[in-house]
T-cell receptor
Framework: EAQVTQNPRYLITVTGKKLTVTCSQN?????MSWYRQDPGLGLRQIYY???????DKGDVPEGYKVSRKEKRNFPLILESPSPNQTSLYFC?????????????FGPGTRLTVT | AQTVTQSQPEMSVQEAETVTLSCTYD???????LFWYKQPPSRQMILVIR??????QNATENRFSVNFQKAAKSFSLKISDSQLGDTAMYFC????????FGAGTRLTVKP
């Protein structure tokens, strides 16, 4: 089954404790990205990656890191989480060529930072 | 930077009726892609319909259609014959290399 997977689905952590949210896709997609969703703000892009070793900042990159060492994986790293990073996070992927730009979303990760 | 505006935070419609959700965007570019995504209570993001800016013809997917006005930078979604399962948050999105979403419209379909 073609899908984007994220782990963990739910995470409660404390301020300053480094964490990683994994994202993997099995569709051989070139493009991957991370978003956060907050009430009244919609989804805001954190980082995106056009291909392996190529990443770019989105709208709200501060406090986040990403890496794209393999085509299928795109982990999101919070080196020192703070309460304002409490949010719902989505990973997404897209073929991004041949006029196929649809983003396929993972199920989301609910992160709470206390 | 591109911005996407959805001016209707909440809307409601009777089952079987038609409803239109508004979306405007701001860009100086000519080639881009527009999307409507649906987010039901499960939180899963589901693509409803897409539109390439270079295409003048409005996209249609079954009961869903768009009114794409490129000069006016408007991209509204029309849902015909509304069903209870259409109850969800609807997000308009603009994409070039990065992707921008509107704040969303919460649609409730009433029986």
């Amino acid at each position: 089954e073609a899908q984007v997977t994220q782990n963990p689905r739910y995470l409660i952590t404390v301020t300053g404790k480094k964490l990683t949210v994994t994202c993997s896709q099995n569709m051989n997609h070139e493009y991957m990205s991370w978003y956060r969703q907050d009430p009244g703000l919609g989804l805001r892009q954190i980082y995106y990656s056009m291909n392996v070793e190529v990443t770019d900042k989105g709208d709200v990159p501060e406090g986040y890191k990403v890496s794209r060492k393999e085509k299928r994986n795109f982990p999101l790293i919070l080196e020192s989480p703070s309460p304002n990073q409490t949010s719902l996070y989505f990973c997404a992927s897209s073929l991004f060529r041949d006029r196929d730009y649809e983003q396929y979303f993972g199920p989301g990760t609910r992160l709470t930072v206390t | 930077a591109q911005t996407v505006t959805q001016s209707q935070p909440e809307m409601s419609v009777q089952e079987a009726e038609t409803v239109t959700l508004s979306c405007t965007y701001d860009t100086s570019e000519s080639n881009y892609y527009l999307f409507w995504y649906k987010q039901p209570p499960s939180r899963q993001m589901i693509l409803v319909i897409r539109q390439e800016a270079y295409k003048q013809q409005n996209a249609t997917e079954n009961r869903f259609s768009v009114n794409f006005q490129k000069a006016a930078k408007s991209f509204s979604l029309k849902i015909s014959d509304s069903q209870l399962g259409d109850t969800a948050m609807y997000f308009c999105a603009f994409m070039m290399l990065d992707m921008r979403f509107g704040a969303g419209t919460r649609l409730t379909v009433k029986p």
